[in-house]
């Protein structure tokens, strides 16, 4: 399947062929019908318990729906698509029409939900679908099936416009007064486009306490034959609603009693809870005919004011979100740029950290090394002045022996002296010598 265009080309997109390919077997939709927040999901999960088959790519689950959607992605973002052509949303209360599309266009969303249905549901015999936009908009799938020969069965599905009231705004923060318009357009339309059509009108509250009756009453009144044996869905539906809990409930009494609520919302609810008991009573339809004229006749100049207004707000919300955000995006980007001179500055520290690390490793082994050299040329010379010492002292030791030797000499020769001296000889030979004496003093 080709890409969507986006909102801004829808009208450059080329229409596509209206009319699907009939398919051999027979084709049988459930079509779910709701307002926002009325239980569609829950609804659509049973239904496809009972073996009617889910489309392939759904919408997922969400805090404000745990268990899911149930109803197919795709075509929901087509269907959105489709309202910004229109000048619509999905919270818009104004009534609808897709006819006014530029030519052409009609025909493009007609092929893309044909396309779409063909894709998510392929040839199953029984599927069903649901997407609350729809309620807005029968008539064109009612089209496009009819094209598809496809046979639809619809379960429109209603609750209490309090309990709606109360989950949209803990959801989107819708105000009182929106809510209630936007429950009313939604009930309105779904009513008004089935009639004649095979339908059921099913309660929320009911099915939590009676969703046997509910399924009694979805199988014999539109007379489905569910692929599943009985013994099987059952099991699996009594899990599925013991499960569900309701939030937000509101009673009937409360309804009427509350002066916020608008008599029209009060008269609709009514008209369908009897359209529960009696599809075809003819007086509720009236009633609700009356609401949606009134209703329709305040949408060009009510509705045109204030989705104009809203639009404005709204588009001044975005454009100071927009420079909120590039506020934002500039400070990232500064913080990022501090952060990256920061790294480059904690590396360049780290680098220079590890140098003076190196540096120092460096002059401590260089310290170690002239200490082992001191220490080596320390004993060195200690060895070499231990040497000489010895040296010094074999000498002494030497001269000492030597004095000690001249000294006995010396000794042996004063001896020798005295006994010459004493001898008879020196004795008679002291004239010669004392002659010789006189002799050498005269001769000097």
Same mark, same amino acid.
């Given at each position: 399947?080709?890409?969507?265009?986006?909102?801004?080309?829808?009208?450059?997109?080329?229409?596509?062929?209206?009319?699907?390919?009939?398919?051999?077997? %027979?084709?049988?939709?459930?079509?779910?019908?709701?307002?926002?927040?009325?239980?569609?999901?829950?609804?659509?999960?049973?239904?496809?318990? &009972?073996?009617?088959?889910?489309?392939?790519?759904?919408?997922? *689950?969400? !805090?404000?729906?745990?268990?899911?959607?149930?109803?197919?992605?795709?075509?929901?973002?087509?269907?959105?698509?489709?309202? *910004?052509?229109?000048?619509?949303?999905?919270?818009?209360?104004?009534?609808?029409?897709?006819?006014?599309?530029?030519?052409?266009? =009609?025909?493009?969303?007609?092929?893309?939900?044909?396309?779409?249905?063909?894709?998510?549901?392929?040839?199953?015999?029984?599927?069903?679908?649901?997407?609350?936009?729809?309620?807005?908009?029968? !008539?064109?799938?009612?089209?496009?099936?009819?094209?598809?020969?496809?046979?639809?069965?619809?379960?429109?599905?209603?609750?209490?416009?309090?309990?709606?009231?109360?989950?949209?705004?803990?959801?989107?923060? $819708?105000?009182?007064?929106?809510?209630? =318009? =936007?429950? &009313?357009?939604?009930?309105?339309?779904?009513?008004?486009?089935?009639?004649?059509?095979?339908?059921?009108?099913?309660?929320?509250?009911?099915?939590?306490?009676?969703?046997?009756?509910?399924?009694?009453?979805?199988?014999?009144?539109?007379?489905?034959?569910?692929?599943?044996?009985?013994?099987?869905?059952?099991?699996?539906?009594?899990?599925?609603?013991?499960? %569900?809990?309701?939030?937000?409930?509101?009673?009937?009494?409360?309804?009427?009693?509350?002066?916020?609520?608008?008599?029209?919302?009060?008269?609709?609810?009514?008209?369908?809870?009897? &359209?529960?008991?009696?599809?075809?009573?003819?007086?509720?339809?009236?009633?609700?005919?009356?609401?949606?004229?009134? $209703?329709?006749?305040?949408?060009?100049?009510?509705?045109?004011? $204030?989705? *104009?207004?809203?639009?404005?707000?709204?588009?001044?919300?975005?454009? #100071?979100?927009?420079?909120?955000?590039?506020?934002?995006?500039?400070?990232?980007?500064?913080?990022?740029?501090?952060?990256?001179?920061?790294?480059?500055?904690?590396?360049?520290?780290?680098?220079?950290?590890?140098?003076?690390?190196?540096?120092?490793?460096?002059?401590?082994?260089?310290?170690?090394?002239?200490?082992?050299?001191?220490?080596?040329?320390? %004993?060195?010379?200690?060895?070499?002045?231990?040497?000489?010492?010895?040296?010094?002292?074999? #000498?002494?030791?030497?001269?000492?022996?030597?004095?000690?030797?001249?000294?006995?000499?010396?000794?042996?020769?004063?001896?020798?002296?005295?006994?010459?001296?004493?001898?008879?000889?020196?004795?008679?030979?002291?004239?010669?010598?004392?002659?010789?004496?006189?002799?050498?003093?005269?001769?000097?």
């Amino acid at each position: 399947m080709s890409n969507y265009p986006s909102s801004g080309n829808l009208h450059d997109a080329t229409p596509q062929a209206a009319e699907a390919a009939p398919k051999a077997a %027979k084709r049988t939709c459930i079509m779910v019908i709701g307002m926002h927040r009325s239980g569609t999901s829950a609804l659509t999960r049973a239904i496809s318990l &009972l073996g009617a088959e889910l489309p392939k790519t759904m919408l997922g *689950a969400n !805090p404000t729906n745990e268990e899911g959607h149930w109803e197919p992605q795709r075509l929901m973002e087509l269907n959105d698509r489709m309202l *910004a052509e229109l000048g619509s949303r999905w919270d818009d209360w104004r009534s609808l029409d897709p006819n006014v599309l530029i030519p052409g266009r =009609l025909q493009f969303y007609q092929a893309e939900i044909a396309q779409l249905i063909d894709e998510e549901y392929g040839s199953a015999s029984l599927f069903v679908l649901k997407e609350p936009r729809i309620s807005r908009f029968v !008539p064109l799938y009612m089209g496009v099936m009819k094209q598809m020969r496809i046979d639809v069965r619809y379960v429109l599905i209603g609750r209490n416009p309090l309990a709606v009231i109360a989950s949209l705004a803990k959801r989107d923060e $819708f105000t009182v007064g929106f809510s209630s =318009l =936007l429950w &009313l357009r939604h009930a309105l339309e779904a009513e008004h486009a089935t009639r004649g059509q095979p339908r059921i009108f099913l309660s929320y509250e009911g099915m939590f306490d009676q969703w046997r009756e509910g399924i009694d009453g979805i199988t014999s009144t539109l007379k489905i034959d569910w692929p599943l044996p009985k013994a099987e869905w059952s099991a699996a539906l009594s899990n599925h609603f013991a499960d %569900k809990h309701q939030h937000h409930a509101a009673s009937r009494g409360q309804l009427e009693a509350d002066p916020r609520i608008d008599d029209w919302i009060k008269q609709v609810y009514g008209a369908v809870k009897v &359209l529960e008991e009696d599809q075809a009573d003819a007086a509720a339809m009236s009633r609700l005919d009356a609401v949606r004229g009134a $209703f329709d006749s305040l949408n060009p100049v009510f509705g045109a004011a $204030f989705f *104009a207004e809203i639009s404005a707000r709204e588009k001044a919300a975005a454009e #100071r979100l927009a420079q909120q955000r590039c506020a934002a995006d500039e400070q990232v980007a500064e913080l990022e740029r501090n952060r990256a001179e920061a790294a480059a500055r904690g590396a360049q520290l780290t680098e220079q950290l590890n140098d003076l690390q190196r540096l120092a490793e460096e002059q401590k082994a260089d310290a170690a090394a002239r200490e082992a050299d001191l220490r080596a040329n320390a %004993k060195a010379r200690e060895a070499d002045l231990m040497a000489k010492a010895d040296s010094e002292a074999l #000498r002494a030791n030497d001269a000492e022996s030597q004095l000690e030797s001249v000294a006995e000499q010396l000794k042996a020769a004063q001896k020798e002296t005295i006994q010459i001296k004493n001898s008879h000889s020196w004795r008679v030979m002291y004239p010669v010598r004392y002659l010789k004496s006189l002799l050498r003093s005269d001769a000097g």
